[in-house]
């Protein structure tokens, strides 16, 4: 009984939005964590967008299906 609980000492739950929040929340649904979520795709397109932003722009060219990928996730208002 004990042994159980000592995982919930002193852990605090990610913070939404954050990758741990949406990987724990992806896997709560039952979607797979990686390229193919809505989710990740978003921050990984929005990581790139931040440091890369000539490379960012050559993605969204290449891959104009990206776009429709971020359009299907609820999460995403429009902007990277």
């Known amino acids: 009984m004990v042994s159980r609980e000592n995982g919930r ?3 605090r739950p ?3 939005g ?3 929040f949406l990987k724990r929340k992806c896997v709560a649904e039952g979607r797979t964590w ?6 990740y795709l978003r921050l990984w397109l929005s990581s790139v ?3 890369s ?3 960012f722009e050559s993605l969204m060219r290449w891959h104009p ?3 429709e990928t971020l359009r299907l996730d609820p999460e995403w ?3 990277l």
């Open 65 to 67: 299906e990206y776009w």
């Open 14 to 16: 990610p913070k939404p």
């Open 9 to 11: 000492k002193g852990g």
């Open 53 to 55: 932003p000539t490379v």
């Open 49 to 51: 967008k931040k440091t």
């Open 34 to 39: 990686g390229p193919g979520d809505p989710a």
């Open 77 to 79: 208002n429009g902007e």
């Open 18 to 20: 954050s990758i741990a």
